[in-house]
C-alpha cells in the first residue's frame, strides 16, 4: 500500500466531497476511504495466493464501513467511494482511475463461472446512488450512471445512461465538450402517458363538478 496511493486517496475525496474539511477528518471518519485502504492490503494478499486472510480482512471491513469489496476486484487510483453503506463490489470488477461511486451501488454478477462475471468501469465515470451493474460488462471512461440506474448492457464513452434498464440518453463530445441528447422513446412515452393522465384528471374534476 503505497504512501502516494493513498495521498491520491485523500486527494480524490477532497475533489468529491465539498464537506470534507481536513486530512484529519478523512483519515478518522470517512468509511469509503477506510474500505479502500482495507481492501488495498485484502487484494494483495489475494494476488499473494493466501487463504481465508484476504476474505476476512474483507469481512472486518465490511463490518467496520458498510462497504463490501471482494478482495480479487482491481480498483485503480484516486478511487473515491461517497457514503458508501450498502456498496457492493464483486470479485471480477475492474475499476478505472478517479471513479465515484456513491452509497447503495452493487457491482454485481450474473454467473456462477469462475470467469470474468462482474462489470467494469472505465477512468472518470462517476456511478450514482443505488445504481445496479450486473453482469460482463463496460462502463465506458468519462461517463455517468444515474441514480437508481440498472444497467445490464455496455455504456460507451463519454455517455450518461439512465432508467431501467438503463439506456444511454446523452453522450458528451470531449472535443468540443458539447453535450448530444439522444432519443429516448421510452421517456418520451412516459411524459405522454404523464400528460395523459393530467388531463384526465382535470376531466374528472370538471365532471364532478357539473354534477354538484
Given at each position: 500500500?503505497?504512501?502516494?496511493s493513498?495521498?491520491?486517496?485523500?486527494?480524490?475525496?477532497?475533489?468529491?466531497?465539498?464537506a470534507a474539511v481536513?486530512t484529519l477528518e478523512?483519515?478518522?471518519?470517512?468509511p469509503g476511504?477506510h474500505a479502500?485502504?482495507?481492501?488495498?492490503i485484502?487484494?494483495?494478499?489475494?494476488r499473494?495466493h493466501i487463504p481465508?486472510?484476504?476474505?476476512?480482512?474483507?469481512?472486518?471491513?465490511?463490518f467496520l464501513?458498510?462497504?463490501?469489496i471482494h478482495?480479487g476486484a482491481?480498483?485503480?487510483?484516486?478511487?473515491f467511494?461517497?457514503?458508501?453503506?450498502g456498496?457492493?463490489?464483486g470479485e471480477?470488477?475492474v475499476?478505472?482511475?478517479?471513479?465515484?461511486?456513491y452509497?447503495?451501488?452493487?457491482l454485481?454478477?450474473?454467473?456462477h463461472?469462475?470467469?470474468?462475471?462482474?462489470?467494469t468501469?472505465?477512468d472518470?465515470v462517476?456511478v450514482?446512488?443505488?445504481?445496479?451493474?450486473i453482469?460482463?460488462i463496460t462502463?465506458g471512461e468519462?461517463?455517468k450512471?444515474?441514480a437508481?440506474?440498472?444497467?445490464?448492457s455496455?455504456?460507451p464513452?463519454?455517455?450518461?445512461v439512465v432508467?431501467?434498464?438503463g439506456?444511454?440518453?446523452?453522450?458528451?463530445?470531449?472535443?468540443?465538450d458539447?453535450v448530444?441528447?439522444l432519443?429516448?422513446p421510452?421517456?418520451?412515452?412516459?411524459e405522454?402517458?404523464?400528460?395523459?393522465?393530467?388531463e384526465?384528471e382535470k376531466?374528472?374534476?370538471?365532471l364532478e363538478?357539473t354534477?354538484?
Amino acid at each position: 500500500m503505497g504512501f502516494c496511493s493513498v495521498r491520491k486517496d485523500i486527494k480524490a475525496v477532497f475533489e468529491h466531497d465539498p464537506a470534507a474539511v481536513s486530512t484529519l477528518e478523512v483519515l478518522l471518519a470517512y468509511p469509503g476511504f477506510h474500505a479502500r485502504q482495507y481492501h488495498r492490503i485484502a487484494h494483495t494478499l489475494f494476488r499473494w495466493h493466501i487463504p481465508f486472510l484476504p476474505r476476512f480482512i474483507s469481512h472486518i471491513s465490511r463490518f467496520l464501513t458498510g462497504i463490501e469489496i471482494h478482495p480479487g476486484a482491481k480498483i485503480g487510483e484516486g478511487f473515491f467511494i461517497d457514503h458508501g453503506m450498502g456498496v457492493v463490489i464483486g470479485e471480477t470488477s475492474v475499476i478505472g482511475d478517479n471513479v465515484t461511486i456513491y452509497q447503495g451501488v452493487t457491482l454485481g454478477g450474473t454467473s456462477h463461472l469462475r470467469a470474468k462475471r462482474h462489470p467494469t468501469l472505465g477512468d472518470n465515470v462517476v456511478v450514482g446512488v443505488g445504481a445496479q451493474l450486473i453482469g460482463n460488462i463496460t462502463i465506458g471512461e468519462n461517463s455517468k450512471v444515474g441514480a437508481g440506474s440498472v444497467v445490464v448492457s455496455s455504456v460507451p464513452a463519454n455517455a450518461t445512461v439512465v432508467g431501467v434498464p438503463g439506456r444511454v440518453v446523452a453522450v458528451r463530445n470531449p472535443d468540443t465538450d458539447t453535450v448530444e441528447r439522444l432519443p429516448d422513446p421510452v421517456g418520451e412515452r412516459l411524459e405522454d402517458l404523464e400528460k395523459r393522465i393530467a388531463e384526465l384528471e382535470k376531466y374528472l374534476k370538471r365532471l364532478e363538478r357539473t354534477e354538484k
